[in-house]
T-cell receptor, first 115, second 114 residues
Framework: DGGITQSPKYLFRKEGQNVTLSCEQNLNHDAMYWYRQDPGQGLRLIYYSQIVNDFQKGDIAEGYSVSREKKESFPLTVTSAQKNPTAFYLC??????????????FGPGTRLTVT | AQSVTQLGSHVSVSEGALVLLRCNYSSSVPPYLFWYVQYPNQGLQLLLKYTTGATLVKGINGFEAEFKKSETSFHLTKPSAHMSDAAEYFCAVTNMEYGNKLVFGAGTILRVKS
């Protein structure tokens, strides 16, 4: 059963702690993405990766970091430098440059609450 | 630069009534357009997409959208609303120059009244 998994579904952290959100896909997609969703603001791109061992900043990368060591995995670290980290985080993937299709497939999301 | 405007952050319809969710886009080259649906605390699910070819696109759950280049619009419609259609809907755009990055609208929350 192909798809994207994100874990955990809910995550609680104290202010000042770094936290890593997991994203795994078994769709054999080249490209992966991280979005942040806040009420009334749609989805904002944090980081994206079009190929293993390479990634680019999106529109709101400050306070976040990523790695792409394996094709199927794209973890996101929310660092203590992120001023307002409480949000719903969505991971997505697409066939990328190897395909002609531009649609992205989304995971179920992780809701992060920092207090 | 690309952008998407969804008119109306909230839309309310009666069960059985027409659903119309509006989306206007800005793109310097021919766009690829998408509609996604999101149920509470879940990820986004692709409803339909326009890339090339026929401008009237049919999607899942009885939804369809029409690409109108002259109006730079890609409105989403469904002839008869069902209670299960209550969700948030996002329009998104990309193009060949922008690669695989999607630009999303702010979303429209659809409420269906019984």
């Amino acid at each position: 059963d192909g798809g994207i998994t994100q874990s955990p579904k809910y995550l609680f952290r104290k202010e000042g702690q770094n936290v890593t959100l997991s994203c795994e896909q078994n769709l054999n997609h080249d490209a992966m993405y991280w979005y942040r969703q806040d009420p009334g603001q749609g989805l904002r791109l944090i980081y994206y990766s079009q190929i293993v061992n390479d990634f680019q900043k999106g529109d709101i990368a400050e306070g976040y970091s990523v790695s792409r060591e394996k094709k199927e995995s794209f973890p996101l670290t929310v660092t203590s430098a992120q001023k307002n980290p409480t949000a719903f985080y969505l991971c997505a993937s697409s066939s990328g440059a190897s395909g002609n299709s531009y649609e992205q497939y989304f995971g179920p999301g992780t809701r992060l609450t920092v207090t | 630069a690309q952008s998407v405007t969804q008119l109306g952050s909230h839309v309310s319809v009666s069960e059985g009534a027409l659903v119309l969710l509006r989306c206007n886009y800005s793109s310097s080259v021919p766009p690829y357009l998408f509609w996604y649906v999101q149920y509470p605390n879940q990820g986004l699910q692709l409803l339909l997409k326009y890339t090339t070819g026929a401008t009237l696109v049919k999607g899942i759950n009885g939804f369809e959208a029409e690409f109108k280049k002259s109006e730079t619009s890609f409105h989403l419609t469904k002839p008869s609303a069902h209670m299960s259609d209550a969700a948030e809907y996002f329009c998104a755009v990309t193009n060949m120059e922008y690669g695989n990055k999607l630009v999303f609208g702010a979303g429209t929350i659809l409420r269906v009244k019984s």
